[in-house]
């Protein structure tokens, strides 16, 4: 078993390329199966997810190529089955974009229960509600489900929560459905755009995405064609939270500034100075912070996907913060952890209150979920000692090499491969 080193260092200084965004990859390379040619991505990152996709094309007969210049060549023309492996389903979280890609096509899709982060459940209802609204019949069994539908037939959905998964995934299904399709309640995140503006590029009909409602033109055919993946503003996020762990300057690039608004100001807020340019921002700190108060919403409110990493920050802020987590209130796993290394924070209900400017003290801790990997990170370099993080197969979930991005920028981050001591070491601690 290997494991991620992380030891105290210095302030933080240099430049990171942020990657293709992951959860914008994951929708692209499903809706490139409703294309009746071949297609190609750009800036789809080699992380875990991608790897469980590919076994699900070989599966059903989607071409899945990935060339020397990191270019994905995806041809759907040889798709021969919608019946996605329940186990390879379950082993990331947007197995169901499958349904919406594969459903006009096939009129039948057979998939798992989506799995991927351990940190709550993600209910499923508003992708079901989208599916039975455009004409499908939804069973359900022990480990799968099936979709099916003799013709998908536009209609008017009103989502019951903001929900970028079941947005998206009703863009999908609407593309080549019969009629017009309007979602009311529609998530306006900027993967739900991307996803929007790839489709249209091959030839779909989708005005307002971006907005809280969407308009689908049905159409009959898909053309191919070239697209790039919108980058990581998620990745690039937690990196500019990097630069106030230990006080210094990190600048991350080939972003999109805009989307990251409600983070931007929050950084702000606490003492991080900024530079923001066209395509790439430069946080400074002097590594004085000050507490604040942050809700997490659906965007463009403060992302959940960046509670965590922000929690380890405060850690180092005088005063008390309270972070609420509106999105999963019980998107928490991460505390636990934290208190594993000296932190002072406790949760009541859905909010965290975090007592910042105790010393923290290196130790084992696990990563449940591939953004409590990076708080972790984060909280490692503000430690003393050393701290080991375990369940990094989490955090590869989301990043193609995220110890060589913080290494670059002159943090202590290592990954080690676990002695016998270690491990008993370890067997001994989580018996405790």
């Known amino acids: 078993m ?24 994951l929708a692209l390379l499903a809706a490139s199966c409703l294309a009746d040619a071949e297609v190609t991505l750009e800036g789809i990152p080699n992380i875990y997810d ?17 060339r020397p210049n990191g270019q994905m060549r995806m041809d759907p023309r040889f798709i021969h089955s919608a019946t996605i492996d329940p186990g390879k389903a379950s082993a990331y979280r947007a197995s169901y974009y499958f349904i919406g890609a594969l459903l006009a096509k096939f009129g039948k899709v057979t998939v798992g229960f989506p799995g991927g982060d351990d940190f709550v459940s993600r209910p499923i209802d508003q992708h079901i509600k989208a599916f039975r609204a455009l004409g499908a019949d ?25 929900t970028s998964g079941a947005t998206i995934n009703a863009m999908l299904a609407a593309a080549r459905a019969n009629g017009r399709t309007r979602l009311f309640n529609a998530a306006m995140d900027p993967e739900v755009v991307d996803t929007a503006n790839f489709l249209n590029q091959l030839g779909a ?14 159409v009959p055919y898909l053309s191919g064609g070239t697209y790039s993946v919108i980058p990581d503003r998620l990745i690039a996020g937690a990196f500019l939270m990097a630069a106030g762990i230990r006080g210094g300057s990190v600048t991350v690039n080939q972003i999109i500034p805009e989307h990251l608004g409600s983070c931007l100001a929050k950084l702000q807020e606490i003492g991080i100075e900024l530079d923001v340019q066209d395509q790439s921002i430069t946080a400074y700190s002097t590594g004085r912070l000050r507490a604040t108060r942050v809700r997490t919403g659906m965007y463009p409110g ?3 996907d960046l509670q965590q990493p922000l929690t380890a920050l405060l850690t180092q802020a005088g005063g008390k ?19 594993r290394l000296g932190a002072d924070v406790e949760i009541r209900k859905e909010s965290a209150y975090i007592k910042g400017g105790v010393p923290l003290q290196g130790n084992w801790v696990h990563a449940t979920d591939v953004r409590a990997g990076t708080c972790l990170i984060l909280a490692g370099m503000a430690a003393d000692g050393i701290t080991r993080i375990t369940g990094i197969e989490h955090i590869e979930r989301g990043y193609e090499d995220a110890i060589d991005m913080f290494h ?21 601690i989580r018996s405790q």
């Open 321 to 339: 913060s309270i972070i609420t987590e509106r999105v999963y209130p019980k998107r928490f796993a991460h505390v636990h952890q934290l208190k």
């Open 2 to 25: 290997d494991y991620i080193q992380v030891q105290a260092a210095g302030p933080l200084h240099g430049s990171v390329p942020i990657q293709g965004s992951k959860n914008s990859s």
């Open 408 to 428: 670059s920028l002159g943090a202590r981050v290592s990954r080690q491969s676990m002695t016998d001591d270690q491990r008993q070491e370890l067997n001994e």
């Open 138 to 162: 939804v069973t359900f069994y022990n480990d799968h489900y099936v979709v099916e539908a003799s013709q998908l037939r536009g209609a008017d959905i009103y989502f019951d929560m903001i």
């Open 50 to 66: 991608f790897r469980v996709i590919q076994q699900i094309g070989k599966d059903i007969g989607l071409v899945i190529e990935r």
């Open 205 to 218: 009909r989708i005005v307002g995405a971006g907005t809280d409602k969407i308009r689908i033109e049905g």
């Open 302 to 304: 403060f992302a959940t």
